[in-house]
């Protein structure tokens, strides 16, 4: 049994709910999806435009392989986009507290402006190194890369959605300062 003394009382401010989901209100957040797959598949159609091209120059093994997978890859890319865009919804935000202490809100900003640098840097060097790759012929590497490139889609996705959510709070801010 536990002594009265080592007992903790946690309170907890009522209402944080302060982004509940209005049917067809507009939602930044959700389309974050969406756009990481787009700027994605489009990384993938400009190498996929490159390899194809130097497969048709020279035609060896490997260049042919780097035409097929990244024909493939951006062929696959265009499907998704294609049904995320025909679904009504494109996503649900999640669901955000209202309220954040203050030096949890500073850390969380300094840990999002690190994130915004990873994704953008590792979506740059990658895509940099695939548009080299397919230039050069050397399709093993490029279906080497193509792991690497879902990483970058992640990223992308948590970043994009991430920027999303931070307009939606922006957008309720200004609602309830007219209000």
């Not at 401010?13 to 509940?20: F, S």
């Not at 300094?110 to 050397?138: E, S």
């Amino acid at each position: 049994m536990v002594p009265e003394s080592e007992h903790v009382t946690v309170k907890r401010k009522d209402h944080l709910d302060a982004n509940a989901k209005v049917p067809g209100q507009f939602s930044a957040g959700s389309y974050g999806c969406l756009a990481a797959i787009l700027i994605w598949t489009l990384g993938w159609i400009t190498v996929a435009y490159l390899a194809i091209s130097r497969a048709s120059r020279s035609p060896n093994v490997s260049a042919l392989i780097g035409a097929l997978v990244s024909g493939l890859v951006a062929f696959i890319g265009c499907r998704i986009s294609l049904r995320v865009l025909r679904r009504h919804s494109p996503g649900d935000v999640p669901n955000v507290s209202g309220y954040v202490s203050m030096p949890r809100r500073v850390m969380g900003w300094f840990a999002a402006l690190v994130w915004c640098g990873v994704a953008v840097a590792w979506n740059l060097g990658i895509f940099g190194l695939l548009v080299k790759l397919a230039r050069a012929g050397d399709g093993w590497m490029i279906l080497l890369l193509l792991f690497w490139s879902l990483v970058g889609l992640v990223l992308l996705y948590v970043l994009l959605t991430g920027i999303g959510i931070v307009i939606d709070s922006l957008l309720d801010f200004a609602r309830r300062g007219d209000s």
